[in-house]
């Protein structure tokens, strides 16, 4: 059964920063290209980053490019995501989601399996 379960959201003030992390089980995770999304009250899920499986390519929205930095370490089955300057504009729960060979890394239809994701709030 495949897991991921999401870690290190909090509060922070704006300009902070904050690192989540997302450790799987259950699935070959070198196999899976690796994504994060988030959904704000009241909002649709939105993209946020991806790793690919393969190439190392990462992929952002506009919205966090030059602020979030996606990795992943295969040998702890992890992904990451490094948020800087953070906004208030970026509170959210984030999800992390595993895709198999995705097409379109930005859309959340790809992606087979998912987090219960953490709650990411910035202050101003």
């Known amino acids: 059964q495949v897991q991921l379960v999401e870690s290190g959201g909090g509060l922070v003030q704006a300009g902070g920063s904050l690192r989540l992390s997302c450790a799987a089980s259950?699935?070959?995770?070198?196999?899976?290209?690796m994504g994060w999304f988030r959904q704000a009250p009241g909002k649709e899920r939105e993209f946020v980053a991806a790793?690919?499986?393969?190439?190392?390519?990462?992929h952002y929205a506009d919205s966090v490019k030059g602020r979030f930095v996606i990795s992943r370490d295969n040998a702890k089955n992890t992904v990451y995501l490094q948020m800087n300057s953070l906004e208030p504009e970026d509170t959210a729960v984030y999800f992390c989601?595993?895709?198999?060979?995705?097409?379109?890394?930005?859309?959340?239809?790809?992606?087979?399996?998912w987090g219960q994701g953490t709650q990411v709030t910035v202050s101003s």
């Open positions: 259950g699935l070959t995770f070198s196999d899976y290209a």
């Open positions: 989601a595993a895709a198999g060979y995705p097409d379109d890394y930005d859309d959340a239809y790809e992606y087979d399996h």
């Open positions: 790793f690919s499986w393969i190439g190392g390519i990462t």
